[in-house]
């Protein structure tokens, strides 16, 4: 984990957390005089959604990488997850840098909050996961989950062209309860992918965290075991992680375990 806390309560708590899950946080700095990055968040019980405000804290201090991260010198990450509560100039810089290794060092990224991003970046990004919000900021396109399902998809489809266009790889956009579609570059193909039926919805925040954890892990698997990614198998696998998460209440206590999962 590469990140920054700050000298405060929740800090301690957040890195002692992570090494209780094995998590090696040498990386993660702890910045004096800076509270840690928080979030307050609302959840509507009837339905389980969420809305969430968020203060970066310490998190604004990560204008940089550790050197030995992408260092030719040493041995790479299988791949580098990214998002947006760190400084967007840090995701860019690290994201060009990790692309023009040899080989390049493969990116994940959920661009969270959602930022214009620079044209010439998707070609970089391996697989790009967003919302049905950050897929309409970003690609102009208006994108919605509230709508009927069918609707939701044929608007989610047209934004996955829209990123192809672009340059975009293995795009994937999340639609809450109409559950999502996704762009495999490698097979120049697109489908939609129904939600995980659910006897009741709990909370559904950091259920697209759950998401992306699951990806980045598929394809980790995928790269130390050698084998071809199936992007459709990942995305079938996080459905059934983040069903799982929205069934339970909290964050960090809500993730799953891969062993949690089981896909039919």
């Known amino acids: 984990m ?55 804290g ?11 991260l992408l260092n030719a010198e040493f041995t790479p990450p299988d791949v580098i997850v990214m998002q947006l509560e760190i400084p967007l100039d840090t995701v860019i810089s690290t994201i060009h840098t990790a692309s023009t290794r040899n080989p390049p060092t493969p990116i994940i990224l959920n661009p969270a909050p959602a930022l214009p991003l620079p044209g010439d970046l998707y070609p970089q990004i391996d697989i790009l996961i967003i919302n049905e919000t950050e897929a309409s900021a970003l690609s102009g396109i208006n994108v919605t989950a509230d709508g009927p399902q ?35 570059g490698n097979r120049n193909e697109k489908e939609c992918i129904p939600a995980s039926k659910l006897d009741k919805v709990v909370d559904t925040t950091g259920a697209g965290d759950t998401f992306v954890g699951a990806i980045a ?29 929205v069934g339970h209440r909290g964050t960090w206590d809500a993730m799953p375990l891969a062993s949690d999962i089981t896909v039919q």
């Not at 310490?58 to 030995?68: E, F, G, H, K, M």
């Not at 934004?159 to 109409?178: E, M, N, P, R, S």
């Open 58 to 68: 310490a998190n604004a201090s990560v204008t940089d990488i550790p050197p030995d």
């Open 2 to 56: 590469v990140g920054a806390v700050g000298d405060d309560e929740f800090g301690s708590k957040l890195v002692e957390g992570l090494q209780e899950q094995g998590i090696d946080t040498r990386d993660v700095r702890t910045v004096a005089g800076t509270n840690s990055g928080a979030a307050v968040i609302v959840v509507e019980e009837s339905t389980g959604d969420n809305r969430i405000m968020i203060s970066p």
């Open 217 to 245: 892990l598929r394809f980790a698997e995928h790269r130390s075991q050698r084998t071809t990614f199936d992007l459709k198998d990942a995305v079938l696998f996080a459905t059934k992680a983040s069903g799982w998460s």
């Open 150 to 184: 069918g609707d939701a998809y044929d608007q989610a489809l047209e934004a996955l062209d829209w990123f192809a266009q672009h340059g975009g790889k293995d795009v994937i956009i999340t639609l809450g309860a109409a559950g999502c579609v996704f762009y495999d």
